[in-house]
C-alpha cells in the first residue's frame, strides 16, 4: 500500500471483499437466495451424507456377494467379479487382452485426433489402420490368434466400434445427402429430402427393427448377413440422416460470393465444391459433428433391444447371476461412470474446439 | 425440368444467356446432364428397389408369410396390461396396434408437458444468481445428458421395482400409495356437475383470451393497461368453482385402500409408467434447460439495463421484454427436443411399456409380417413428427419478429 492509496482512497468495506463478499453476493444477497441456499445446503448434506455412507464408508469394495450381503453400502465386488463379461462380454476369458488392447488402441487414437495440429491426411490413415488392427484383434484367425466370431463381440470395443465406424462411414453418405437436398435437380433433391425427412422422423429402435428383421427378407435366399453387420448398416443410416442436416448447415453459412466465385473461376462442380466450399463449409460442421458423435454413442445401447452385447447389456447380462443379482445399480453406476467419461470428454472437446474455431474467424 | 437458373446457376446454363458464346457439344450443356442423371438415379434405385422386393417376396412365399394388412382383423391374443381403451386378449390386432399407439401419444404428451416445466426451471436456475443453485443444476444438466437414456430408464425401473411390496406401501401424502405395483392415487367418483364444470373451464379460456385482446387493444389506443391476472383467474376457475357450489359442493374422492393383496379404488400407474415417464422428463428437461438458458443469454444485456432504466420492476422487465425476446431463440431447438421426446419414448420395449413399439415387435413376432408392422410404426412417428413440428412452426412464426 502506497500513502496515495492510504490517503485518498478509501477501502471497500469488509463485507463487499473477500470471503464474507462473495459469499453475500452470491448466496445470501436477498431473502430468496438466502432460502434457496439453506434448502440447497440441506440437500447437499443430507443427499451427500447418504451417497458418500453408501458408496463409501459402509461399502464392500473386495469380497464376495456373501460379504456384500452382509454390509449395508454399495457393492462394488461386482463390478471386480464381472469386470471381464462387464467389458467384453461373451468374448472367450481367456483372450481377454484382445478386446483390451483393442479398446486401448481406439482410445490412444482418438486422443491423438484431438491434436488440431495433427489434423489431415495421416491421421485418417492412422484410423484406416487402427480400424484394421483392432478388427484383426478381435476377429483373429491370423497371426496366430484364435478365431471368434462377432456373436461373441460385446461390451465397450462393441460400443465404441459400432458408434465410431457408424459415424465415419456415415459421413460421405451425408455429405451427399447434404448435397442433394441443395441440388438444383429435383429428383435428386426430392430423393435426398425424403431420405433425411424419413429416418429423422422415425426412432432409432424402429430403424434397427428394420435392419433386424427386415434386411434378411431383402436379400436373395441363402445369402445372410451378420447381426452386427445389420446393425451397423441401420446405424450407418441413422448417423447419415443426421450429418446431412449439420453438414447443409455449413454449406448455407458460406457466402453466396463464394458460390460465385468458383463458377467464375470455371470450376466443375465437383471442384468448387472439393476444393472451396466443402473446406470452408466442414470446418463450422465440426462442433456439431462431435454433438451428433456423443448422441450416437449414447444411442449405440439400443442395440440391446435387438439382442447384441454393448456395454449396457453385458453389464445388464452380468447381473443376471442370481447370487449378484441384487446388486445391479452398483453395475448400471458403473455402466453409466464409462458412458459419462467418453460422453463428458467429448462434450467438453467439442465446446474446446468451438472456441478455438471461433477464434480463428474472429481475427 | 432442370431449367431452373437461379440461385447457383450451372457453368452452361450461365453461358447461353452471354452474347454468342461458342457452342459445345450436346453432352456438355448444364441442363441436358442433370436430365441424365436424374434419369439414371432414378433408374438405379427402381433397379435396387425392384431387386429387393422380388427378394422379399420370394422370401415371404417361401416362408409362407402372408402379406397385406389382412392381420389387422385377426385376434391378437397378446395381453397389454396398460390400455386407454378397452382391450382383452381376444381383441383384434388392429386394436392392440391402436392401444399401443395411444400409449405412445399419452406419455408423450405429458412428457412433453412436464420436462418443458422442469427444464425451464434448471435453465433459470442454471442463470441464478444463487452460486450454489447454478452449481447444482449445471451438475444435473451435465450428468444427466452424458449417460444413455436407456441405461436411465432401466435405472429408474429398478429403483421403482426395489420399493417395498403393497402391503408396506409408502404413502408420502395421504390417500396417496406408492409400491412396487405402482402409484396408487384418489380420484372422484363421477358425478353430473363434472361435465359442466368441464364445459365451463373451456368457456373460462376463451373468454379470457377474449378479454386479453380487448385488454391489449385498448392499451394501444388509450396506455392503460389492463391487469389480467385477476379476471383471468377468475373466468377460468371462478365459472367451473360457481357452478361446483350450486351444484351443493359434491366432494366423493375414491381412495385406494388396501384389501386382501391388492389396493382397491382409486386411479393407479404402473412402475412402467412411472420409470418411462420419469426418464423420459428428467433426460430431456435437461436439454431443454440448455436451449432456455441460451435463449436467455441470447438476449442483450442493454435490453435488461433499458428496461431497468424505464423503471420496470425486476418479474416485469423477465415477463415482458427478456423472454418474449428469448422464446424465439428458444422455440426451434426445443421443438427437435419435442420430437426427440417422442421418438425417444420408443426405449419403452426395454422395460415392458406397452407403447407402440413393444406392440408392433409383438406383432411382428407373431404374424412374421415384419414390412407391414414396421411401416405402421415408422408411419405413426413420421405422422407425430410432422404434427409436432407443423404445430412448433406455426407457434414460431407467430412469436417470430414482426419486421417490416
Known amino acids: 500500500m502506497t500513502d496515495i492509496a492510504a490517503g485518498s482512497v478509501s477501502r471497500p468495506p469488509a463485507a463487499q471483499t473477500g470471503v464474507v463478499g462473495w459469499l453475500r453476493q452470491n448466496l445470501f444477497s436477498n431473502w430468496f437466495n438466502c432460502a434457496l441456499t439453506f434448502l440447497a445446503l440441506y440437500v447437499i448434506v443430507v443427499g451427500g451424507k447418504a451417497l458418500v455412507d453408501w458408496a463409501l464408508l459402509d461399502a464392500t469394495f473386495v469380497g464376495t456377494f456373501e460379504d456384500c450381503r452382509k454390509g449395508t453400502g454399495a457393492c462394488w465386488a461386482v463390478v471386480a467379479e464381472k469386470r471381464h463379461f462387464m467389458l467384453f462380454g461373451t468374448y472367450p476369458y481367456e483372450e481377454a487382452w484382445r478386446p483390451a488392447a483393442a479398446t486401448a488402441l481406439f482410445i490412444v487414437t482418438l486422443l491423438v485426433s484431438t491434436r488440431r495440429s495433427l489434423w489431415g491426411r495421416p491421421l485418417m490413415i492412422g484410423w484406416i489402420a487402427s480400424f484394421i488392427v483392432m478388427g484383426v484383434l478381435m476377429r483373429g484367425g491370423v497371426l496366430g490368434l484364435t478365431p471368434v466370431t462377432t456373436e461373441n463381440w460385446g461390451g465397450l470395443p462393441l460400443t465404441l466400434m459400432l458408434s465410431s465406424i457408424g459415424i465415419i462411414a456415415a459421413f460421405p453418405l451425408g455429405l451427399v445427402l447434404a448435397l442433394g437436398r441443395r441440388s438444383t435437380m429435383p429428383i435428386i433433391k426430392a430423393l435426398s429430402v425424403a431420405f433425411i425427412e424419413l429416418v429423422r422422423g422415425v426412432p432409432l429402435i424402429s430403424v434397427l427393427f428394420m435392419a433386424s428383421v427386415m434386411f434378411p427378407l431383402f436379400l436373395p435366399e441363402g445369402v445372410t448377413i451378420d447381426k452386427l453387420l445389420r446393425a451397423q448398416v441401420g446405424i450407418i443410416m441413422f448417423a447419415a440422416a443426421y450429418i446431412a442436416e449439420a453438414v447443409r448447415g455449413g454449406l448455407q453459412a458460406v457466402p453466396k460470393g463464394q458460390f460465385e466465385a468458383a463458377d467464375a473461376l470455371g470450376l466443375s462442380y465437383w471442384k468448387s465444391m472439393r476444393l472451396i466450399i466443402l473446406p470452408q463449409a466442414l470446418r463450422i460442421v465440426i462442433p456439431p459433428l462431435v454433438g451428433i458423435f456423443i448422441g450416437m454413442f449414447k444411442d449405440t445401447s439400443l442395440v440391446l433391444i435387438i439382442g447384441l452385447y454393448d456395454l449396457l447389456n453385458a453389464v445388464r447380462t452380468s447381473i443376471n447371476d442370481p447370487n449378484w443379482r441384487a446388486f445391479g445399480t452398483e453395475a448400471y453406476i458403473f455402466a453409466a461412470a464409462v458412458f459419462f467419461v467418453f460422453c463428458y470428454f467429448m462434450s467438453k472437446y467439442s465446446q474446446y474446439l468451438e472456441r478455438l474455431l471461433a477464434a480463428g474467424r474472429n481475427r | ?404
Open chain 2, 1 to 404: 425440368m432442370a431449367a431452373r437458373t437461379e440461385g447457383r446457376a450451372a457453368p452452361g446454363g450461365a453461358a447461353t444467356g452471354a452474347v454468342s458464346a461458342p457452342k459445345g457439344a450436346w453432352w456438355n450443356d448444364a441442363n441436358v446432364r442433370a436430365v441424365l442423371y436424374q434419369i439414371l438415379t432414378v433408374l438405379v434405385i427402381l433397379g435396387i428397389g425392384w431387386y429387393l422386393v422380388s427378394n422379399t417376396l420370394a422370401n415371404l412365399a417361401q416362408r409362407n408369410i402372408a402379406t397385406g394388412f389382412g392381420f389387422l382383423d385377426r385376434e391378437a391374443g397378446m395381453p397389454i396390461g396398460e390400455h386407454l381403451i378397452s382391450y382383452t386378449p381376444a381383441s383384434s390386432y388392429g386394436r392392440a396396434y391402436l392401444v399401443g399407439m395411444l400409449n405412445t401419444i399419452f406419455v408423450s404428451a405429458i412428457g412433453i408437458v412436464l420436462a418443458t416445466i422442469l427444464g425451464t426451471i434448471v435453465g433459470v436456475a442454471r442463470l441464478s444468481s444463487n452460486w450454489l443453485i447454478a452449481k447444482l443444476a449445471s451438475v444435473y444438466v451435465e450428468v444427466i445428458r452424458n449417460i444413455p437414456l436407456l441405461l436411465q430408464l432401466f435405472v429408474w425401473y429398478g429403483v421403482l421395482l426395489a420399493l417395498p411390496p403393497a402391503r408396506q406401501s409408502l404413502s408420502p401424502l395421504p390417500g396417496i400409495f406408492l409400491s412396487q405395483r405402482g402409484l396408487y392415487f384418489p380420484v372422484l367418483y363421477e358425478h353430473p356437475v363434472h361435465a359442466v364444470m368441464l364445459i365451463l373451464l373451456v368457456l373460462g379460456v376463451v373468454l379470457t383470451v377474449v378479454v386479453h385482446r380487448w385488454g391489449k387493444r385498448r392499451q394501444a389506443l388509450t396506455g392503460k393497461p389492463f391487469p389480467m391476472l385477476g379476471p383471468a383467474l377468475g373466468l377460468i376457475f371462478g365459472l367451473p368453482l360457481i357452478a361446483w357450489a350450486i351444484a351443493g359442493a359434491p366432494f366423493d374422492p375414491n381412495v385406494p385402500a388396501m384389501k386382501g393383496f391388492n389396493f382397491q379404488g382409486g386411479a393407479s400407474v404402473t412402475p412402467e409408467f412411472v420409470a418411462l415417464l420419469l426418464g423420459l422428463v428428467t433426460y430431456t428437461a435437461a436439454f431443454i434447460a440448455e436451449t432456455v438458458r441460451a435463449g436467455i443469454l441470447a438476449v442483450p444485456r442493454g435490453q435488461w439495463e433499458a428496461a431497468r432504466a424505464v423503471g420496470m420492476s425486476e418479474t416485469r422487465i423477465l415477463r415482458l421484454i427478456v423472454l418474449p425476446q428469448a422464446l424465439r431463440v428458444i422455440v426451434p431447438p426445443t421443438t427437435s427436443q419435442y420430437l426427440n421426446l417422442t421418438k425417444n419414448s420408443s426405449l419403452a420395449v426395454g422395460i415392458a411399456y406397452p407403447d407402440l413399439v413393444s406392440v408392433g415387435y409383438t406383432m411382428i413376432n407373431q404374424t412374421g409380417q415384419a414390412v407391414e408392422g414396421i411401416a405402421m410404426i415408422m408411419a405413426v412417428y413420421l405422422t407425430l413428427s410432422l404434427l409436432i413440428a407443423a404445430f412448433m412452426n406455426w407457434y414460431n412464426k407467430r412469436i417470430a419478429l414482426k419486421e417490416r
